[in-house]
């Protein structure tokens, strides 16, 4: 079974931009959540999406949003870039635990770089 | 005060050496996940666990939930096995998401 995969896999943005992240999940696997790693924060979940609607969501502006399409796919969108979002964004799937994530399968993440 | 906490926070052993990676944690949880990060960013997801204890290989992961700690041990410890290991908690409180630990740096000499 082919694995999590996310594109691109490097982003340059200047500040005030916006960008979209995209994550295609282990076929089979409805869920997907988003996390940003950074060296001061480390890992923070972003949401969830399963089955096209957002399940879980963490605290993060209103800047940060995603969806889910029909194929379990799922994008990310981060607007008016700030130099504090550069980050390594990882998405996970998993398989469907009752209300919350189950086992995280991670794909190699997005390196974002704000200028 | 962490939800999750992590201790060490860097580890430096022997190869052969036998690893012990604690984690705490102060919330409501349904699972907790242990997680390998290597140089790269990549993370593996080595075991998810709700109690008792789970074994693959050289690893184990024990979790006391009535002590809300699990530890994650390394029997017979390689080179290959330095990484970063990272703690997380699927809550159960307010929005149910994995809550991270800071990580323990593992460096395993030959």
């Known amino acids: 079974k082919a694995g999590v995969t996310q594109t691109p896999r490097y982003l340059i943005k200047t500040r005030g931009q916006q960008v979209t992240l995209s994550c295609s999940p282990i076929?089979?696997?409805?869920?997907v959540s988003w996390y940003q790693q950074t060296p001061g924060q480390g890992l923070q979940f972003l949401f969830e999406?399963?089955?096209?609607?957002?399940?879980n969501k963490g605290n993060f502006p209103g800047r940060f949003s995603g969806r889910q399409f029909s194929n379990s796919r799922s994008e990310m969108n981060v607007s008016t870039l700030e130099l504090g979002d550069s980050a390594l964004y990882l998405c996970?799937?998993?398989?469907?635990?009752?209300?919350?994530?189950?086992?995280?399968?991670f794909g190699p993440g997005t390196r974002l770089t704000v200028l | 005060k962490n939800e999750v906490e992590q201790s060490p926070q860097n580890l430096t052993a022997q190869e052969g050496e036998f690893i012990t990676i604690n984690c705490s944690y102060s919330?409501?949880?349904?699972?907790l996940h242990w997680l390998q990060q290597h140089p790269g960013g990549g993370i593996v997801s080595l075991f998810m666990?709700?109690?008792g204890k789970k074994k693959h290989g050289r690893l184990i992961a024990t979790i006391n939930i009535q002590e809300k700690h699990s530890s994650l041990h390394i029997t017979a410890s390689h080179p290959r096995d330095s990484a970063v290991y990272i703690c997380?908690?699927?809550?159960?409180?307010?929005?149910?998401?994995?809550?991270f630990g800071q990580g323990t740096r593992l460096t395993i000499n030959p």
């Open positions: 919330v409501g949880i349904s699972a």
């Open positions: 996970a799937s998993s398989t469907d635990l009752a209300g919350g994530p189950g086992e995280q399968f």
């Open positions: 666990l709700s109690s």
């Open positions: 999406y399963f089955s096209e609607t957002q399940r």
């Open positions: 076929s089979g696997h409805r869920s």
């Open positions: 997380a908690v699927s809550t159960i409180q307010g929005a149910q998401k994995l809550v």
